[in-house]
């Protein structure tokens, strides 16, 4: 059974810098993608990053040039660089890990608990 556990975040001021982790535990037989998502409060969950299987990143426009999404594959865990936070930043942060955790399963995604950034001004 894969589990998906996410941490790092916390509270920081604006202009200041978070880095998200995300642990993929269980087994894993294909990867079709990882990502971050964010929900805000009274807001739709969004995409914020995320890494296909053939290593293409891709970034909300709101995050481009301040985020940076990277994956460690031996380690099978994926990071979110979260650098110059404004308050609108503030949500629960998601991570997603698009797999198939048993032999000839489809990819599907896998959900992490989530973590909270609060970012003041």
């Known amino acids: 059974q894969v589990q998906v556990a996410e941490s790092g975040g916390g509270s920081v001021q604006a202009g200041g810098s978070l880095k998200l982790s995300c642990v993929v535990y269980?087994?894993?037989?294909?990867?079709?993608?990882m990502g971050w998502y964010r929900q805000a409060p009274g807001k739709e969950r969004e995409l914020v990053s995320r890494?296909?299987?053939?290593?293409?990143?891709t970034y909300a426009d709101s995050v481009k040039g301040r985020f940076t999404a990277s994956q460690d594959y031996v380690e099978n865990t994926l990071y979110l660089q979260m650098n110059s936070l404004k308050s609108d930043d503030t949500a629960v942060y998601y991570c997603?890990?698009?797999?198939?955790?048993?032999?000839?399963?489809?990819?599907?995604?896998?959900w992490g608990q989530g973590t909270q950034v609060t970012v003041s001004s």
């Open positions: 890494i296909s299987s053939d290593g293409t990143t």
């Open positions: 269980g087994s894993i037989f294909r990867r079709c993608g």
């Open positions: 997603a890990a698009d797999l198939a955790g048993i032999r000839f399963g489809v990819c599907r995604l896998h």
